[in-house]
Nanobody
């Protein structure tokens, strides 16, 4: 079983950048499809980006396309979310999620504790 720990959140001005990291434990990280979700205050959690277990496929929600990039380093057992051109509406708690050899649009069953991202205007 993989355990997930996010880091890299913080406070940034609009237009700035942050890189989130999600470090995984366990020996089979390379077999897990990974994703980032976010939840803003008073809103439901939403899918942000996902990457296949092979790393060959990625998928983004429309609002972050062209600004965010998801990537993974299987040797380091880490998935990243590079966030550029940040907007105040990107403010949320960001969660890392995983599921064993699933499609990117799956129901994820493993979750990290979340990291806060705050974008000031």
């Amino acid at each position: 079983q993989v355990q997930l720990v996010e880091s890299g959140g913080g406070l940034v001005q609009a237009g700035g950048s942050l890189r989130l990291s999600c470090a995984a434990s366990g020996r089979t990280f390379s077999s897990y499809t990974m994703a980032w979700f976010r939840q803003a205050p008073g809103k439901e959690r939403e899918f942000v980006a996902g990457i296949s277990w092979s790393g060959g496929n990625t998928y983004y929600t429309d609002s972050v396309k062209g600004r965010f990039t998801i990537s993974r380093d299987n040797a380091k057992k880490t998935v990243y979310l590079q966030m550029n051109s940040l907007k105040p509406e990107d403010t949320a708690v960001y969660y890392c999620a995983a599921r064993f050899r699933a499609t990117i649009t799956t129901q994820y069953d493993l979750w990290g504790q979340g990291t806060q991202v705050t974008v000031s205007s």
